[in-house]
């Protein structure tokens, strides 16, 4: 079995991580050197629709899978930290803890759906007001803040980290680019928790290599909310993503309803975002009501 029939096998006992359509031969064996395990493992992650700088990590971890073990697995995925270069001890300069359990996790537009939020005990809030007025910013963020005062509620501030200091928030959420703008010395020096997005392997370690409070996984299911770079990542992927990530604070986001939800929390992260399932419900009392509840019944069991 040649290097490319051992790619088109592994891709067939992978299947669950496939996204798109699968590429044509020679766009798989594209820059390919050699004949080998290290190979097969890129062109496969090729055909199962990964970004190459995705294929290419993925590859990398197999050949440091295979030297851990001693022998080359098709079947085993990769999905060990050491493989990809992770630790899973904290260090210095890691950023404050937050749960690993951060339950449901509702990704509200104002300071007003914020403190609706906290009076039917959602246990983690994020405010994410998109204004260009740095006044109205900072004024829906000091009320976010009050809002979740004298209740259990924790508090993350999306991309406006300035006014999340100043105000007091429980922590900030930031987004790739943000994350390589932002001073994120300035911002753990604050004490704020720091939640980072994600979107596929090398996003992942890019984010873990800063050591935040929790790391987002998405986007699960397609989205209208905003464009998004990448494709929906699945349910199979999103296993995967969780496994490696196991030793750290993890949220599910993207697409996420209480019909889906049952099938994310069996990936075995700690939190699912929401925005939709609760912004757009009919009845939102009773939509958290039974968000709640299967994230309940998930922890039972």
């Known amino acids: 079995m040649n290097s490319l029939e051992l790619a088109q096998h592994m891709a067939q006992l992978h299947g669950g991580l496939q996204i798109g359509t699968p590429p044509v031969l020679a766009d798989v064996q594209r820059g390919v050197q050699g004949d080998d395990s290290f190979a097969a493992s890129l062109m496969a992650a090729r055909l199962?629709?990964?970004?190459?700088?995705?294929?290419?990590?993925?590859?990398?971890?197999?050949?440091?899978?295979?030297?851990?073990?001693?022998?080359?697995?098709?079947?085993?995925?990769?999905?060990e930290p050491a493989d990809f270069g992770l630790s899973?001890?904290?260090?210095?300069?890691?950023?404050?803890?937050?749960?690993?359990?951060?339950?449901l996790y509702a990704v509200l537009p104002d300071a007003a759906w914020v403190a609706r939020m906290v009076a039917l005990g959602v246990p983690t809030v994020q405010l994410r007001f998109k204004s260009d007025d740095a006044q109205a910013v900072q004024r829906e963020v000091q009320a976010a803040v009050q809002a979740v005062q004298g209740s259990q509620?924790?508090?993350?501030?999306?991309?406006?980290?300035?006014?999340?200091?100043?105000?007091?928030?429980?922590?900030?959420?930031?987004?790739?680019?943000?994350?390589?703008?932002?001073?994120?010395?300035?911002?753990?020096?604050?004490?704020?928790r720091l939640g980072l997005s994600s979107h596929g392997y090398v996003e992942m370690l890019?984010?873990?290599?800063?050591?935040?409070?929790?790391?987002?996984?998405?986007?699960?299911?397609?989205?209208?909310?905003?464009?998004?770079?990448?494709?929906?990542?699945?349910?199979?992927?999103?296993?995967?993503?969780?496994?490696?990530?196991?030793?750290?604070?993890?949220v599910a986001i993207g697409g996420i309803d209480l019909t889906a939800m049952p099938s994310?929390?069996?990936?075995?992260?700690?939190?699912?975002?929401?925005v939709r399932a609760i912004t757009g419900a009919d009845d939102v009392a009773a939509s958290v009501r039974q968000l709640q509840a299967c994230l309940r019944s998930a922890a039972l069991h």
């Open 48 to 79: 199962l629709g990964f970004l190459e700088h995705d294929a290419q990590c993925v590859a990398h971890a197999w050949a440091a899978q295979t030297q851990r073990i001693g022998s080359f697995d098709p079947a085993a995925w990769p999905d």
């Open 264 to 274: 994310v929390l069996q990936s075995g992260v700690g939190s699912v975002a929401v």
């Open 206 to 250: 890019r984010a873990a290599q800063h050591e935040p409070s929790y790391i987002a996984l998405g986007a699960v299911f397609p989205t209208t909310l905003k464009r998004m770079e990448t494709a929906p990542q699945g349910l199979g992927r999103l296993n995967k993503y969780a496994r490696l990530m196991r030793h750290r604070s993890l």
């Open 153 to 192: 509620s924790l508090l993350f501030i999306n991309d406006h980290w300035q006014a999340a200091i100043e105000a007091g928030a429980y922590g900030v959420h930031l987004g790739q680019e943000d994350m390589q703008e932002a001073p994120l010395e300035r911002i753990r020096a604050s004490g704020l």
């Open 88 to 103: 899973t001890e904290p260090s210095a300069k890691a950023f404050p803890s937050c749960p690993h359990a951060l339950g």
